[in-house]
DNA sequence: GCAGATGGTTAACCAGGTTGTCTATCTGGG
DNA sequence: CCCAGATAGACAACCTGGTTAACCATCTGC
């Protein structure tokens, strides 16, 4: 069997990924985010979505509480996100995204596009656009767990604002 | 647009591997070789490809040479590699693949094609093809880290234990 | 023949995850 | 009204794959 071998495509795919956000995160460290992975990125979107708890974070990257917890020490330390105690229920501690953790946001998301643009250059918007519905098609059918879009698509769809 | 955001396009990609990888990795399981996740039969393969050393392997998967050793002592713990000193370099221990390491390869090969030809089935041969051809056109060939971040690396290990 | 490169090993450390345990605080049924 | 149970969060120990750094043994080239 030739070229095509299905560890290729896997490669590819995951080679992919890799040069996008190697791309994004080289960017985003250029621009004063410097130590920001995609990660933390993915995590301060869902808060921005909804996610005001670790407990509720960790929920919805399907994570334990404590891995949330330590993305959120990350986040706070790094002037992304405040932590306020809650008026209404002394065991929480609220989550707020800063100004700078709204402009990470603004940023990434330009950047993913602008990578995606220039994909598009490279091979044509409608190629890749094919490419995207494709892949959609074959990703969606929901593997058992996290097989990230259950949990990331909605939030990543919307903006933060 | 939510439609077409380049960090959604990432979560594709990411998703697409993913989704072969657990696949592959669970019928391995299935068939005598559980414990072995994708870096081990990437590293094997690169092994069969020539690199017949730690120090080797681990260029040839830009990791350090440290880190080569520690897979390979998997390989080796598990009976898929054996190590023999080198008559020619006593520095050396030499890797060989044993069989239980080329039917770890054939079968695994054979696992990725069956999901890629899976994959054929549901957006058609052709797209598929056109999928490839595309995102190997994306992919920077003089780039192919096959190296897994460790913060992707966790998502890919097993929960078993 | 020796300086320097190279192979391998060990050790300390990091990043992100896990589980387990503990406290403080809500909440609901008797 | 009160206590059992659920929930939020903190902390600790541990796992997995990576990283550097240091070191020894062994080649190699001038």
Redesign the pocket.
């Known amino acids: 069997m030739p070229e095509s071998s299905g560890a290729e495509l896997a490669l590819l795919l995951l080679g992919g990924f890799r040069s996008m956000v190697d791309t994004v995160q080289q960017e985003l460290a250029e621009r004063g985010h410097g130590g920001v992975?995609p990660?933390?990125e993915f995590a301060l979107r869902a808060i921005g979505a909804g996610a005001d708890?670790?407990?509720?974070l960790?929920r919805r990257?399907?994570?334990?509480?404590?891995?949330?917890?330590?993305?959120?020490a990350?986040l706070e330390a790094n002037d992304y996100v405040r932590?306020e105690s809650?008026p209404?229920?002394?065991?929480?501690?609220?989550?707020r995204i800063t100004p700078r953790g709204d402009e990470l946001l603004t940023v990434g998301q330009a950047l993913f596009n602008d990578v995606r643009a220039q994909w598009g250059q490279q091979i044509g918007i409608e190629e890749l656009e094919m490419l995207e519905a494709q892949l959609a098609k074959l990703v969606d059918p929901g593997h058992p767990r996290l097989s990230i879009p259950g949990w990331l698509a909605s939030e990543l769809g919307e903006s933060v604002s």
């Open positions: 992975r990660v933390h708890t670790a407990s509720d960790g990257l399907t994570v334990s509480k404590q891995a949330a917890a330590k993305t959120i990350f932590r809650d209404d229920d002394a065991r929480r501690k609220r989550l």
